[in-house]
T-cell receptor, first 114, second 115 residues
Framework: EAQVTQNPRYLITVTGKKLTVTCSQN?????MSWYRQDPGLGLRQIYY???????DKGDVPEGYKVSRKEKRNFPLILESPSPNQTSLYFC?????????????FGPGTRLTVL | AQSVTQLGSHVSVSEGALVLLRCNYS??????LFWYVQYPNQGLQLLLK??????LVKGINGFEAEFKKSETSFHLTKPSAHMSDAAEYFC?????????????FGPGTSLSVIP
Protein backbone atom coordinates (compact mmCIF):
# COMPACT_ATOMS: atom_id res chain seq x y z
CA GLU A 1 0.00 0.00 0.00
CA ALA A 2 1.34 3.41 -0.98
CA GLN A 3 1.71 5.47 2.13
CA VAL A 4 3.61 7.92 4.28
CA THR A 5 4.33 6.68 7.77
CA GLN A 6 5.36 8.65 10.82
CA ASN A 7 6.59 7.52 14.20
CA PRO A 8 5.77 8.02 16.93
CA ARG A 9 2.13 9.07 16.59
CA TYR A 10 2.06 10.59 20.05
CA LEU A 11 4.95 11.88 22.14
CA ILE A 12 5.16 13.68 25.45
CA THR A 13 8.57 14.95 26.41
CA VAL A 14 10.28 17.57 28.54
CA THR A 15 12.06 20.76 27.61
CA GLY A 16 15.55 20.20 26.27
CA LYS A 17 15.37 16.47 25.66
CA LYS A 18 16.40 15.76 22.08
CA LEU A 19 13.90 13.85 19.98
CA THR A 20 13.47 12.58 16.44
CA VAL A 21 10.25 12.03 14.54
CA THR A 22 10.70 9.63 11.66
CA CYS A 23 8.99 9.87 8.29
CA SER A 24 9.12 7.30 5.53
CA GLN A 25 7.38 7.01 2.15
CA ASN A 26 7.24 3.99 -0.16
CA UNK A 27 6.22 5.78 -3.35
CA UNK A 28 9.69 6.77 -4.61
CA UNK A 29 8.75 10.43 -4.25
CA UNK A 30 11.41 13.07 -4.77
CA UNK A 31 9.84 15.82 -2.70
CA MET A 32 9.26 15.60 1.05
CA SER A 33 8.20 18.19 3.55
CA TRP A 34 7.42 18.75 7.22
CA TYR A 35 4.54 20.89 8.44
CA ARG A 36 3.22 21.86 11.81
CA GLN A 37 -0.48 22.40 12.36
CA ASP A 38 -1.70 24.82 15.02
CA PRO A 39 -5.31 25.94 15.64
CA GLY A 40 -6.29 28.88 13.49
CA LEU A 41 -2.99 28.88 11.61
CA GLY A 42 -3.44 25.98 9.24
CA LEU A 43 -0.32 24.17 8.13
CA ARG A 44 3.02 25.93 8.16
CA GLN A 45 6.02 24.46 6.45
CA ILE A 46 9.07 23.74 8.58
CA TYR A 47 11.55 22.20 6.14
CA TYR A 48 11.42 20.58 2.75
CA UNK A 49 13.62 18.43 0.57
CA UNK A 50 13.62 18.28 -3.21
CA UNK A 51 15.78 15.16 -3.33
CA UNK A 52 18.46 13.21 -1.50
CA UNK A 53 20.93 15.49 0.28
CA UNK A 54 18.93 18.59 -0.77
CA UNK A 55 17.06 20.29 2.05
CA ASP A 56 15.95 23.86 2.74
CA LYS A 57 14.07 25.95 5.24
CA GLY A 58 10.37 26.57 5.09
CA ASP A 59 8.47 29.27 6.92
CA VAL A 60 9.12 28.19 10.52
CA PRO A 61 12.47 26.35 10.67
CA GLU A 62 13.76 27.68 14.00
CA GLY A 63 14.42 24.91 16.50
CA TYR A 64 14.24 22.11 13.95
CA LYS A 65 16.69 20.10 11.86
CA VAL A 66 16.19 17.61 9.06
CA SER A 67 18.25 15.27 6.95
CA ARG A 68 17.66 13.38 3.71
CA LYS A 69 20.24 10.63 3.37
CA GLU A 70 17.90 8.23 1.62
CA LYS A 71 15.07 9.00 -0.77
CA ARG A 72 12.42 7.34 1.35
CA ASN A 73 13.26 8.85 4.76
CA PHE A 74 13.05 12.40 6.04
CA PRO A 75 13.41 12.59 9.84
CA LEU A 76 12.59 15.72 11.83
CA ILE A 77 14.95 16.45 14.70
CA LEU A 78 14.30 18.70 17.68
CA GLU A 79 17.68 19.19 19.35
CA SER A 80 16.31 21.04 22.39
CA PRO A 81 12.51 21.06 22.37
CA SER A 82 10.63 23.90 23.98
CA PRO A 83 6.94 24.22 24.96
CA ASN A 84 6.21 26.42 21.92
CA GLN A 85 6.98 23.40 19.76
CA THR A 86 3.96 21.60 21.14
CA SER A 87 1.97 20.96 18.00
CA LEU A 88 0.66 18.43 15.50
CA TYR A 89 3.31 17.55 12.93
CA PHE A 90 2.74 16.18 9.44
CA CYS A 91 5.18 14.75 6.97
CA UNK A 92 4.20 14.90 3.30
CA UNK A 93 5.63 13.76 0.00
CA UNK A 94 4.97 14.28 -3.69
CA UNK A 95 6.32 12.68 -6.82
CA UNK A 96 8.20 15.76 -7.96
CA UNK A 97 8.33 19.42 -7.17
CA UNK A 98 5.92 21.57 -9.11
CA UNK A 99 2.83 23.63 -8.33
CA UNK A 100 0.33 21.04 -9.52
CA UNK A 101 1.58 18.01 -7.66
CA UNK A 102 -0.62 16.39 -5.05
CA UNK A 103 0.98 15.96 -1.67
CA UNK A 104 0.49 12.73 0.29
CA PHE A 105 0.39 13.17 4.03
CA GLY A 106 1.33 10.95 6.93
CA PRO A 107 -1.09 10.40 9.83
CA GLY A 108 0.52 13.03 12.02
CA THR A 109 2.56 13.13 15.22
CA ARG A 110 1.11 14.92 18.21
CA LEU A 111 3.97 16.33 20.27
CA THR A 112 3.65 17.80 23.74
CA VAL A 113 6.67 19.50 25.31
CA LEU A 114 6.35 20.10 29.03
CA ALA B 1 3.71 36.10 -1.89
CA GLN B 2 0.47 34.22 -2.05
CA SER B 3 -2.07 34.09 0.73
CA VAL B 4 -5.24 32.12 1.31
CA THR B 5 -8.26 33.08 3.36
CA GLN B 6 -11.08 30.80 4.37
CA LEU B 7 -14.18 32.58 5.60
CA GLY B 8 -15.56 30.83 8.64
CA SER B 9 -13.37 28.73 10.87
CA HIS B 10 -16.39 26.57 11.65
CA VAL B 11 -19.42 25.74 9.53
CA SER B 12 -22.44 23.68 10.59
CA VAL B 13 -24.95 22.22 8.16
CA SER B 14 -27.83 19.81 8.49
CA GLU B 15 -27.57 16.39 6.92
CA GLY B 16 -28.84 16.66 3.34
CA ALA B 17 -28.24 20.42 3.11
CA LEU B 18 -25.88 22.23 0.78
CA VAL B 19 -22.27 22.50 1.86
CA LEU B 20 -20.46 25.72 0.92
CA LEU B 21 -16.92 26.35 2.14
CA ARG B 22 -15.32 29.57 1.03
CA CYS B 23 -11.77 30.14 -0.16
CA ASN B 24 -10.20 33.29 -1.54
CA TYR B 25 -6.62 33.66 -2.68
CA SER B 26 -4.31 36.48 -3.61
CA UNK B 27 -2.42 36.06 -6.82
CA UNK B 28 -1.16 38.15 -9.67
CA UNK B 29 -0.99 35.16 -12.00
CA UNK B 30 -3.30 32.18 -12.48
CA UNK B 31 -2.53 29.84 -9.61
CA UNK B 32 -2.88 26.15 -8.96
CA LEU B 33 -5.50 25.61 -6.27
CA PHE B 34 -6.27 22.66 -4.05
CA TRP B 35 -8.78 21.51 -1.48
CA TYR B 36 -7.60 18.99 1.09
CA VAL B 37 -9.71 17.23 3.72
CA GLN B 38 -8.57 16.05 7.13
CA TYR B 39 -10.73 13.49 8.88
CA PRO B 40 -10.36 13.16 12.66
CA ASN B 41 -7.00 11.74 13.69
CA GLN B 42 -5.81 11.41 10.10
CA GLY B 43 -3.51 13.21 7.73
CA LEU B 44 -4.72 15.42 4.91
CA GLN B 45 -5.89 13.95 1.63
CA LEU B 46 -6.56 15.65 -1.67
CA LEU B 47 -10.21 16.36 -2.51
CA LEU B 48 -9.62 18.15 -5.80
CA LYS B 49 -7.29 20.51 -7.62
CA UNK B 50 -7.54 23.26 -10.22
CA UNK B 51 -4.83 23.33 -12.85
CA UNK B 52 -6.45 25.65 -15.42
CA UNK B 53 -7.98 22.88 -17.54
CA UNK B 54 -11.57 23.66 -16.47
CA UNK B 55 -13.05 26.20 -14.11
CA LEU B 56 -15.45 23.69 -12.51
CA VAL B 57 -13.50 20.92 -10.87
CA LYS B 58 -15.03 17.72 -9.60
CA GLY B 59 -13.42 15.85 -6.76
CA ILE B 60 -13.97 12.82 -4.62
CA ASN B 61 -17.01 12.15 -2.42
CA GLY B 62 -19.31 14.39 -4.47
CA PHE B 63 -17.43 17.64 -3.85
CA GLU B 64 -16.74 20.21 -6.51
CA ALA B 65 -15.20 23.66 -6.67
CA GLU B 66 -15.43 26.51 -9.12
CA PHE B 67 -12.51 28.76 -9.99
CA LYS B 68 -13.62 32.37 -10.44
CA LYS B 69 -10.74 34.55 -11.51
CA SER B 70 -12.72 37.81 -11.24
CA GLU B 71 -13.48 37.05 -7.60
CA THR B 72 -10.15 35.30 -6.84
CA SER B 73 -12.23 32.55 -5.29
CA PHE B 74 -12.27 28.77 -5.26
CA HIS B 75 -15.26 27.83 -3.12
CA LEU B 76 -15.97 24.19 -2.31
CA THR B 77 -19.53 22.84 -2.57
CA LYS B 78 -21.47 19.64 -2.15
CA PRO B 79 -25.20 19.48 -2.90
CA SER B 80 -26.15 17.24 -0.01
CA ALA B 81 -24.15 16.86 3.19
CA HIS B 82 -23.55 13.47 4.72
CA MET B 83 -22.54 12.71 8.26
CA SER B 84 -19.26 11.32 6.97
CA ASP B 85 -18.36 14.77 5.57
CA ALA B 86 -17.63 16.09 9.06
CA ALA B 87 -13.95 17.03 8.88
CA GLU B 88 -11.50 19.90 8.58
CA TYR B 89 -11.12 21.35 5.09
CA PHE B 90 -8.08 23.24 3.86
CA CYS B 91 -7.78 25.37 0.78
CA UNK B 92 -4.27 25.68 -0.62
CA UNK B 93 -2.62 27.65 -3.39
CA UNK B 94 0.67 27.26 -5.18
CA UNK B 95 3.14 30.03 -4.49
CA UNK B 96 4.52 31.28 -7.76
CA UNK B 97 7.18 33.39 -6.12
CA UNK B 98 9.54 30.65 -5.02
CA UNK B 99 12.03 28.40 -6.68
CA UNK B 100 10.34 25.20 -5.72
CA UNK B 101 6.63 25.89 -6.14
CA UNK B 102 5.64 26.03 -2.53
CA UNK B 103 2.06 25.40 -1.48
CA UNK B 104 0.40 27.80 0.96
CA PHE B 105 -2.38 26.40 3.13
CA GLY B 106 -5.31 28.37 4.47
CA PRO B 107 -6.25 28.22 8.16
CA GLY B 108 -8.92 25.59 7.61
CA THR B 109 -12.67 25.31 8.08
CA SER B 110 -14.15 22.73 10.41
CA LEU B 111 -17.37 21.28 9.02
CA SER B 112 -19.98 19.82 11.35
CA VAL B 113 -22.97 17.90 10.01
CA ILE B 114 -26.07 17.87 12.20
CA PRO B 115 -28.36 14.84 11.96
Amino acid sequence: EAQVTQNPRYLITVTGKKLTVTCSQNMNHEYMSWYRQDPGLGLRQIYYSMNVEVTDKGDVPEGYKVSRKEKRNFPLILESPSPNQTSLYFCASSLKTGPYNEQFFGPGTRLTVL
Amino acid sequence: AQSVTQLGSHVSVSEGALVLLRCNYSSSVPPYLFWYVQYPNQGLQLLLKYTSAATLVKGINGFEAEFKKSETSFHLTKPSAHMSDAAEYFCAVSDDGTSYDKVIFGPGTSLSVIP
